[in-house]
């Protein structure tokens, strides 16, 4: 009889475990990161002048003007852009950028073309899709975090 207990104990034990990875199968730490093309000089920025650039504000850095690209081709990313770098919901972003607004993009390719291309480009994008295009540099993680799976 005990030989049969320690069994069913196991058993239970290994389907807790396992129920238990299903729960967070749907979540996974990602982080967010501030790009641009891989020959640019772009030193890190402070949250304060990562915020102003995307509301509109020229941020200038060693004497070059900045240009931000929104990327809005994930709509996780996007909301933990705006909830977590700027710290506004979209409709509260909309109307405080001021002149001007990033140009947002919807395709990634069309985003990527133009960070490679037009120098003092800065945009930001899942770390996993960064590391994969070699036109690219990471400039600084801009957030880290768990979020639901796309």
Known sequence: MRPLRLKSFCVLCLLGLWSSGISYSHEENRALVLVTGVYSNLPKLRQWELKKLFLGVPIIKDNQKLIPLRNV??????EVFLQNVVHMSADTYENKVIEGPAV????????LRLLVETPNTVSYMWRENARQEPRLR???????????KN
């Open 104 to 111: 947002s993009y919807s395709d990634f390719d069309q985003l």
């Open 138 to 148: 990471i400039v600084q993680v801009i957030w880290t975090g768990r979020t639901s």
């Open 73 to 78: 081709s994930d709509r996780i990313m996007y």
